[in-house]
């Protein structure tokens, strides 16, 4: 079964119009379109670890890497999920985006996953990946386009967290367990990122 479902900061923003997908494009974006809504109806049968393995899988293998001035002509936008598979273009903060809504969708808990934003060593510079913690003190498993395994954080010497944020708050690096007094609204991206997803009933509530 689950070889079949894996086949299956601070500024404002105007939604980006990409071009028109020729017929090629437009069939292979329905192609991961379908594949993604399988898993997220499907999925919620795994356990945990194996939904982790599922959307990690997917989403890097349906995504090509690229730019956000490559993809829509900004030097910084947040795709939703459906924007991301549509295009099958995004860059690192779109697939961890994806990678966070898609297991909330499949019934992960929001308080287990944190978008993470970390210093790639080996690039020397700015990444984002998802971080699972399977219990508040847990070292989290780390969900990353740069490297598909789902991997402990002690085992990704190459990143350096700097600091952490879901629906619930923000979190430094040197104190994961202690959510920050500013509210996770002071990131204008995720305020107007989370602004479309609550317009999309397809979506899972944010909170």
Known sequence: MLHSLLLCL???????????????AQSASQVRLSNWQQLLHNGS?????AKLEAVNHL???????????????????????EETLKLGQGDCEDFAIAKYFGLIKLGV??????????????R???????????SPNAQ??????????????AARRDLLPVYSFNAQGIYLAKAPTQ???????????????SARLSSDNSQQPLL
């Open 59 to 81: 989403i890097n293998g349906s995504i090509a890497y690229v730019s956000d001035q490559q993809a829509w002509g900004q030097n910084d936008y947040w795709a939703t999920p």
């Open 179 to 193: 959510k920050l007094r500013h509210p996770v609204t002071m990131l204008a991206r995720w305020d107007e990122l």
């Open 45 to 49: 049968e795994l356990n945990e670890p």
């Open 109 to 122: 808990a929001v308080e287990r996953l944190r978008l993470t934003y970390v210093k790639a060593l080996g």
């Open 10 to 24: 601070v500024a404002s923003t105007a939604l980006a119009q990409p071009a028109k997908p020729s017929g090629l």
């Open 140 to 153: 989290p498993l780390i969900l990353d386009n740069l490297n598909s395994q789902v991997l402990p954080a």
């Open 124 to 134: 020397n510079s700015a990444h984002m990946v998802l971080a699972y913690y399977p």
